[in-house]
């Protein structure tokens, strides 16, 4: 598809849980974005990545929370030991991540919903 | 500490009239800005952005004005539509290319036939 998309689309889980999330970002872009929406929030950043630079984890809220970027394409969120507060929509964006007068668009995929018990 | 706030978690316009959401921000070092809309259960979608150097983008019904110096900004729509109803956010970056954006919390729109 021509758009960034993501698995899966809801996820229940219990307390305590790992859980995995992916996003395939729209190809030819290398910058990948993670933010997450809680109710009622707006959007918080968690990590992104940017070719091959070390990624930027200034915003996982906890050492519970990982990321991976395999290839410069796909990656896969981890959220070891999962609490109720880690329930909300993560978001996956990519951009084409270039500087030198580009912008920031970041284009979102559709979310998924994880729900923690 | 809220970087950008949206101060008005919803609006209600009639249709055919303009629209206008605010975006204030504290960071000075925030030199990109752009206006995303959200429907329920997708994802965020880029409208319209505008840089720094610039006091006014405009693309089609949507124009952004951009007050440096009260840190402020605003989405205008015009005339609004029926399809313009959705949470609308505004964010944030410092520099262009990669950055993270870091966004408001969000306004509700309904356009009202």
Redesign the interface.
């Known amino acids: 598809g021509a758009g960034?998309s993501q698995s899966p689309s809801n996820k229940v889980t219990e307390k305590g849980k790992d859980v995995e999330l992916r996003c395939d970002p729209i190809s030819g872009h290398?910058?990948l974005?993670w933010?997450r929406q809680s109710l009622?929030?707006?959007?918080?950043?968690l990590i992104?990545f940017?070719g091959n630079s070390a990624p930027?984890k200034?915003?996982l809220p906890s050492d519970r929370f990982s990321a991976e970027r395999t290839g410069g394409s796909v990656s896969t969120l981890t959220i070891q030991r999962t609490q109720q507060e880690d329930s909300a929509v993560y978001?996956c964006?990519s951009?084409l991540?270039?500087?030198?007068?580009?912008?920031?668009?970041?284009?979102?995929?559709?979310?998924t919903r994880l729900t923690v018990l | 500490d809220q970087q950008v706030k949206q101060n008005s978690p919803s609006l209600s316009v009639q249709e055919g009239r303009i629209s206008i959401l605010n975006c204030d921000y504290t960071n000075s070092m925030f030199d990109y800005f752009l206006w995303y809309k959200k429907y329920p259960a997708e994802g965020p979608t880029f409208l319209i952005s505008i840089s720094s150097i610039k006091d006014k983008n405009e693309d089609g019904r949507f124009t952004v004005f951009l007050n440096k110096s009260a840190k402020h900004l605003s989405l205008h729509i015009v005339p609004s539509q029926p399809g313009d109803s959705a949470v609308y956010f505004c964010a944030a970056s410092r520099g262009r290319g990669a950055q993270k954006l870091v966004f408001g919390q969000g306004t509700r729109l309904t356009i009202n036939p």
């Open positions: 960034v290398t910058a974005y933010y009622g929030q707006g959007l918080e950043f992104y940017q930027d200034s915003g978001l964006a951009s991540g270039l500087g030198g007068g580009h912008g920031n668009e970041q284009f979102f995929g559709p979310g």
